[in-house]
């Protein structure tokens, strides 16, 4: 049973599960690896840069190693945003037990099914 809901396209099936979505679903972990990297690459330039930088301030180029330094506030925000893109977003597998688990908890033939086990195993409590 396909439950409806109304949007401003008009009704659409929530249970349905489009191609566009199985697409996205196979392209997490891609996703995940190239923001992951992202970070690494964000996180060494910016030691690279904070250590390059106060070598040159502590030899007498000040000038020259703070602008060099001034990089690194929009590197941390990036590389922070990045960071906690490769935390929230779920991997392939996760996504599709986000998906899939819930449905088949909730749908009625499950329940039928566990509703069954259990009288099978009353009878065979109330037998013994």
Do not use: C
Not at 34 to 47: E, K, Q, T, Y
Not at 66 to 75: A, C, F
């Amino acid at each position: 049973m396909n439950e409806t809901a109304t949007t401003e396209k008009g009704p659409t099936r929530m249970n349905e599960i489009t191609r566009l979505d199985i697409y996205w679903i196979t392209r997490l972990d891609m996703i995940q690896g190239a923001m992951s990297l992202a970070v690494g690459l964000l996180g060494a330039a910016a030691i690279i840069l904070t250590v390059i930088g106060g070598m040159m301030r502590s030899d007498g180029a000040r000038e020259e190693g703070t602008k060099l330094q001034r990089h690194l506030r929009w590197i941390l925000p990036f590389a922070v945003v990045l960071g906690l893109g490769v935390v929230l977003i779920p991997t392939t597998k996760e996504a599709i037990a986000i998906i899939v688990i819930p449905r088949i908890a909730n749908g009625q033939e499950v329940r039928g099914v566990i509703e069954w086990i259990t009288e099978q195993e009353e009878k065979e409590a109330d037998s013994r």
